[in-house]
């Protein structure tokens, strides 16, 4: 029904005013706008000058007929609805209507009151309704509209701000880690055999681990693990620590033996290192058995660990920490090559022992040693930058900026000793 029942207007046309003096008293009580017409070309006027809702015409007019007003009325009105009055002589007229002028409905005269009315409440409603479902479509259409603008604008700001977040992930991992290796750095200063040992340790197991297919936790935590692989020497005396392992007497040796669980439990309290202590605790179990300090054999030994075993049993060969005396890289390779079976994991040896066989990765990285004044910001570290006292001052993978640039360069004058840095410089800024 109509919300403003007095905008719904109504027609009538028909050539007796009897008849149309019946009409409206019978539409009287309806509320409707009630429009009367004696002749066709009077009702086109009145349709031109008002808005009309239904148009309720004889069939028998002079001049116009009903099927050539009702004709007329569909192409200039089609929204009215159009109702033709006919009687029983009129039966093919009425069918002409139908086809030509596109009625909705024809009441024989003489037509029933009530039912007259019904139709015509029928009609009005009818009409309501599309009405209803076209402002409902026009709103869902708009609603739609606004949703894909500001689906688009969301869609823009979640991009945004997921680059802003990986920007942001990327430096807290890059800060992470450097904060692990200058924390490595001040262990290492415990005792010139430690300088440099943790990262040399931390850059063979990375080499290792990229030739073999490491689940991801693992994959994260053994960097990690590699780097604070010693740190349980903090509870070692530094007079221990200067002694090669072949020369410790059985005490010293049980207590050096002890560091992998001192250094468990050093990280029990950290949320971050629970995939990482257990590395740490098991770096130095052998695959045959005979390690500790749990004596865990083969497979039960975590894959991070059997890498790191062997990192750090080549990085202790090549420094002396064995027996005091400093092997080559060719005799630190045969040595752990030797251990393939007892005190390694095969499969770990076989990719230690492909480094050394195929191209590093590295090689293909293009490599400078620049001097201070030749760093640019955007420049990105290869190697770690330790100062000489063995103190990492910037790790590698670390961007150049301006700011960076500055400090080092007040290092440098601050120390009075020229540096150089080992950079990837960007290929736009080589050209």
């Known amino acids: 029904m109509t919300t403003d029942i007095q905008q719904w207007t109504l027609l009538a046309i028909d050539d007796e005013p009897n008849i149309l003096a019946a009409l409206r008293r019978l539409f009287r009580a309806t ?26 015409s004889d069939m028998r007019m002079p001049g116009m007929d009903g099927v050539q007003l009702l004709e007329r009325i569909s192409q200039g009105w089609p929204h009215a609805a159009r109702l033709l009055l006919t009687g029983q002589a ?26 007259l009315v019904m139709t015509l409440r029928q009609v009005e409603e009818r009409q309501q309704l ?8 026009r709103l869902t259409q708009s609603q739609n509209d606004e949703l894909k603008t500001l689906n688009a604008g969301l869609e823009v700001r979640v ?12 430096r807290l991992k890059r800060n992470y880690l450097t904060s692990i290796k200058a924390f490595t750095a001040l262990i290492e200063m415990r005792g010139k055999t430690q300088v440099g040992h943790a990262r040399q340790v931390a850059d063979l197991a990375r080499r290792i681990a990229q030739t073999m297919t490491l689940d991801a936790g693992t994959a994260h935590d ?34 050096y033996r002890q560091h992998p669980v001192l250094g468990e439990q050093a990280l029990l309290a950290c949320d971050d290192m629970q995939g990482v202590a257990p590395l740490i605790r098991a770096h130095h179990e052998r695959w045959d058995g005979q390690g500790f300090p749990d004596g865990l054999r083969g497979t039960a030994i975590p894959l991070g660990a059997r890498i790191l075993a062997v990192a750090d049993a080549y990085e202790d060969l090549r420094g002396g920490r064995i027996d005091g005396e400093a092997l080559s890289p060719s005799e630190a390779r045969r040595a752990v090559l030797a251990g393939r079976g007892s005190q390694f994991d095969p499969s770990v040896v076989d ?19 620049l001097r201070t004044a030749d760093l640019r910001a955007g420049q990105v570290l290869l190697q770690d930058f330790v100062s000489p006292e063995g103190v990492l001052l910037l790790s590698s993978g670390q961007r150049l900026n301006e700011d960076l640039i500055t400090r080092i360069v007040a290092f440098e004058k601050k120390h009075g000793r020229a540096l150089t840095l080992a950079v990837q410089v960007p290929a736009e800024a080589g050209r």
Do not use: C, M
């Open 222 to 255: 053994l960097p990690i693990a590699a780097l604070l692989h010693d740190i349980g020497h903090i509870g070692l005396s530094d007079a221990l620590l200067a002694r090669p392992l072949n020369r410790l007497d059985p005490d010293e040796l049980r207590r």
């Open 90 to 115: 009129d039966l093919g007229s009425t069918i002409a209507a139908v086809n030509r002028g596109g009625i909705h409905r024809y009441i024989a005269k003489p037509w029933n009151d009530d039912e």
């Open 130 to 137: 599309e009405a209803d479902k076209q402002a409902l479509e």
């Open 351 to 369: 990719a230690f022992a492909s480094l050394f066989s195929i191209a590093s990765p590295e090689t293909a990285v293009p490599l400078q040693h």
């Open 159 to 170: 991009a945004s701000r997921t680059e802003e977040l990986a920007a942001a992930n990327g």
């Open 31 to 56: 509320g409707w706008r009630i429009l009367t017409a004696g002749h066709a070309e009077e009702a086109l006027s009145l349709l031109a000058a008002e808005p009309v809702n239904a148009v309720l």
